[in-house]
């Protein structure tokens, strides 16, 4: 390991200060990737990530990462990718299973994290301009769902994620573990005028396409045969407001059986990912 880039420091002290930005992931005011709001909790805002999969895609994402807290031999496992020149002299801390379980908080199996600031953000108007397929939600608030669309975006060949109101945060660090570190990878932006904020991407060609089992609806394959497609997707009960449906150019539906109307929000929008790749409009 002699090429490593980062500077590797062994760690023996649970309480070590050196080690703060991995402190306490599981707490509810006190994990380094709560975000900073107004007149809400303070937070370091740290993006973090789990596992050797998700820490490889940290180092290949725009997510500059700024320490590894792990185990030697997730330090061996990941020594490739520790020779980036993009991580010189990040330090890597170098610790036992147990000195870690008692700095993150619990037992964790996965044996690495590592940590990263927050990029600035994207703009919506940029995705607009170059992407073919993306997904938008509105009152998505499971960091699970979240991750799992991010992982199916990437897998199906969808562009970018867009956010609209009332959505958790996608960089949690339970939403980048379930997105096995595509939430880092795929581009994300929040819109910010909400629903109007949806006109940038008619206005740049998109096709958008409200996914509803409600009536009106048109069976899906029906509505994603064209250029560029924007999924509109809300979240499990309510679905998209009406607004936000009036706003749309489709509402498209999934076909279903036995007396079920709607399927899990992850799951729906893997299936409409699905029905757009199938149609040969991406993963070409």
């Known amino acids: 390991m002699a090429n490593l880039r980062v500077e590797v420091i062994d760690i023996d002290d649970p309480d070590d200060p050196r080690v703060d930005d991995f402190r306490d992931l599981s707490s509810v005011d006190r994990r380094p990737d709560l975000r900073t709001l107004p007149g809400g909790l303070v937070g370091k805002s740290l993006v973090i990530a789990e596992g050797v999969f998700v820490v490889q895609r940290m180092i290949?994402?725009?997510?500059?990462?700024?320490g590894f807290l792990g185990v030697d031999k997730r330090l061996t496992e990941l020594s490739d990718d520790l020779t980036d020149p993009g991580l010189d002299g990040v330090p890597f801390y170098r610790t036992t299973a147990d000195v870690m379980a008692r700095v993150v908080g619990f037992h964790l199996n996965r044996g690495v994290l590592g940590a990263a600031g927050r990029p600035p953000v994207l703009d919506v108007a940029d995705i607009a301009a170059t992407a073919r397929t993306v997904v938008v939600l509105e009152g998505v608030n499971d960091h699970e769902n979240i991750g799992s669309i991010f992982r199916n975006a990437a897998g199906l060949g969808v562009d970018a994620v867009l956010f609209g109101a009332g959505?958790?945060?996608p960089l949690y660090r339970r939403c980048v573990r379930v997105s096995m570190g595509h939430a880092l990878l795929v581009p994300f932006a929040g819109v910010d005028d909400w629903p109007g904020g949806l006109g940038v991407l008619r206005d740049n060609g998109f096709r958008l396409v409200a996914l509803t089992?409600?009536?009106g609806s048109v069976p899906?394959?029906?509505?994603?045969?064209?250029?560029?497609?924007?999924?509109l997707v809300g979240a499990e009960g309510p679905g998209l407001s009406e607004?936000?449906?009036?706003?749309?150019?489709v509402r498209a539906r999934i076909p279903m059986s036995r007396g079920t109307d709607s399927l899990?929000?992850?799951?729906?929008?893997?299936?409409?990912?699905?029905e757009r790749a199938r149609s040969g409009t991406i993963g070409e």
């Open 213 to 215: 089992p409600g009536p």
């Open 243 to 249: 607004t936000v449906m009036a706003a749309s150019d």
């Open 264 to 274: 899990n929000v992850a799951t729906a929008a893997a299936i409409a990912f699905y």
């Open 60 to 66: 290949a994402s725009r997510f500059a990462p700024r």
């Open 220 to 231: 899906l394959a029906h509505a994603v045969d064209t250029d560029k497609v924007a999924f």
């Open 167 to 169: 959505c958790a945060d």
